[in-house]
């Protein structure tokens, strides 16, 4: 009989929530007590997220479950006439499950369901930037089967189909100054769910030796297209529509990530890792009514590289202990405010607790950002 490994993982995450951009950096605990400096940590059923060509260099089925906790807070002050906001967001909580079964000792296939994108944002209502949000949440999530291969004892790679489900909710002020005829200012909200869109997974993993492993992963991009989505209107003058239909686009960014870890002895693992994400993908959100005129939010926002270093020591044949730092920079340009999304440059610091026995296990992992 094959082992089967379990790996049972919750994830605590405090203050800022999300990565650069949109991005939601919470595919695995483990990983996560590294800084996310998996792309080259092999042999564990987080490797269909990291690098999936490493599961070739683990044994047996693997099967790895998680949520992440997420309470964030986000505080607008602005410098002229000092107006203030803060948001009043809930918890979010972002989850992956990961399946993985050897066909022999040469090919692996597995599949991922997981979520890395997403945006929860709630300002109070008719704040100072309510024209451009008052309230988002945009959910991604990816299915992601794929297969392993090992061409010899140091060698692997692998490919992958992703498989994207979306939907988004977005309510905005339609301008400063029009109001209903209750004296109320008019807000317009955006829905749509059940958005598809495909992509693919390609890596490649190096085992060196016992000491040392290099990983390269590409995920590509996906673009969630609205084709029915519904517009509704609230507190609107009595000569205004009430609801409309729209299109619109939103790409998820494609991202190569490159890594290599390192065991200077038998209990001590260094991994460090580089992330370039493509957001230069994203020029505009177009939205494109079927009655009313159309909106054009520019927004040309740029590539960003984020360097990850993580250390894990071993501190018997049971209990990992972990650590790591990151800097995520934001890809949105110097000089604009982006209220539906944080735009900052974060400094991340990572801490992590692991248990393992022979088939199961559990992790725990903080990020305070």
């Given at each position: 009989?094959k082992?089967?490994?379990l790996t049972?993982?919750?994830?605590?995450?405090l203050t800022l929530s999300?990565?650069?951009?949109?991005?939601?950096?919470?595919?695995?605990s483990r990983?996560?007590g590294l800084?996310?400096?998996?792309t080259?940590?092999?042999?564990?059923?987080?490797?269909?997220?990291?690098?999936?060509?490493?599961?070739?260099?683990?044994?047996?089925?693997?099967?790895?479950?998680?949520?992440?906790?997420?309470?964030?807070?986000?505080?607008?002050?602005?410098a002229?006439?000092?107006?203030?906001?803060q948001?009043?967001?809930p918890i979010?909580?972002?989850?992956?499950?990961?399946?993985?079964?050897?066909?022999?000792?040469?090919?692996?296939?597995?599949?991922g369901i997981?979520?890395?994108?997403?945006?929860?944002?709630?300002?109070?209502q008719?704040?100072?930037?309510?024209h451009l949000?008052?309230?988002i949440?945009?959910?991604?999530?990816?299915?992601?089967p794929?297969?392993?291969?090992?061409?010899?004892?140091?060698?692997?790679?692998?490919?992958?189909?992703i498989?994207?489900?979306?939907?988004?909710?977005?309510?905005?002020n339609?301008?400063?100054?029009?109001?209903?005829?209750?004296?109320?200012?008019?807000?317009?909200?955006?829905?749509?769910k059940n958005i598809?869109a495909?992509?693919?997974?390609?890596?490649m993993?190096i085992r060196a030796?016992?000491?040392?492993?290099?990983?390269?992963?590409y995920r590509?991009a996906?673009?969630?297209?609205?084709?029915?989505?519904?517009?509704e209107f609230?507190d609107?003058?009595?000569f205004?529509?009430?609801?409309?239909?729209?299109?619109?686009?939103?790409?998820?960014?494609?991202?190569?990530?490159?890594?290599?870890s390192?065991k200077p002895?038998k209990?001590?693992?260094?991994?460090m890792?580089a992330?370039?994400?493509?957001?230069?993908?994203?020029?505009?959100?177009?939205?494109?009514?079927?009655?009313?005129?159309?909106n054009?939010?520019?927004?040309?926002?740029h590539?960003?590289?984020?360097?990850r270093?993580?250390?894990?020591?071993?501190?018997?044949?049971?209990?990992?202990l972990?650590?790591?730092?990151?800097?995520?920079?934001?890809?949105i340009?110097?000089?604009?405010?982006?209220?539906e999304?944080?735009?900052?440059?974060?400094?991340?610091?990572?801490f992590?607790?692991?248990?393992?026995?022979?088939?199961?296990?559990?992790?725990?992992?903080?990020?305070?950002?």
């Amino acid at each position: 009989m094959k082992k089967i490994l379990l790996t049972f993982s919750t994830l605590t995450f405090l203050t800022l929530s999300y990565a650069g951009g949109y991005r939601v950096a919470l595919q695995g605990s483990r990983m996560l007590g590294l800084a996310h400096a998996g792309t080259s940590v092999f042999g564990s059923a987080e490797n269909v997220f990291f690098n999936p060509a490493g599961l070739m260099f683990g044994e047996g089925n693997k099967f790895a479950f998680g949520v992440s906790f997420i309470k964030s807070t986000v505080k607008f002050q602005n410098a002229d006439y000092l107006w203030t906001a803060q948001t009043q967001n809930p918890i979010s909580t972002p989850f992956y499950m990961y399946l993985s079964m050897p066909a022999n000792e040469y090919m692996t296939f597995s599949v991922g369901i997981y979520t890395p994108f997403g945006s929860s944002v709630k300002w109070e209502q008719d704040w100072v930037g309510s024209h451009l949000v008052n309230n988002i949440s945009l959910k991604a999530i990816y299915i992601q089967p794929g297969f392993s291969f090992k061409m010899n004892d140091y060698l692997a790679f692998s490919a992958g189909l992703i498989i994207g489900k979306g939907s988004v909710e977005y309510n905005k002020n339609i301008n400063r100054f029009l109001t209903g005829d209750n004296g109320e200012r008019t807000d317009i909200t955006l829905t749509d769910k059940n958005i598809t869109a495909t992509g693919y997974n390609i890596s490649m993993a190096i085992r060196a030796s016992d000491r040392f492993s290099f990983g390269i992963n590409y995920r590509s991009a996906v673009v969630f297209k609205s084709r029915y989505g519904k517009a509704e209107f609230n507190d609107e003058p009595s000569f205004f529509i009430e609801r409309d239909n729209f299109k619109a686009e939103l790409p998820m960014p494609a991202e190569w990530s490159m890594g290599f870890s390192v065991k200077p002895c038998k209990r001590w693992l260094v991994a460090m890792d580089a992330n370039l994400t493509l957001w230069s993908i994203y020029k505009k959100l177009d939205i494109q009514f079927n009655r009313l005129p159309r909106n054009v939010m520019p927004k040309n926002w740029h590539n960003t590289v984020t360097l990850r270093l993580g250390t894990e020591f071993q501190l018997n044949e049971n209990i990992a202990l972990r650590a790591g730092y990151y800097n995520d920079e934001s890809p949105i340009p110097y000089g604009h405010f982006s209220p539906e999304t944080p735009s900052l440059d974060s400094h991340n610091f990572t801490f992590g607790f692991g248990y393992q026995k022979e088939k199961w296990g559990f992790d725990l992992a903080f990020l305070y950002v």
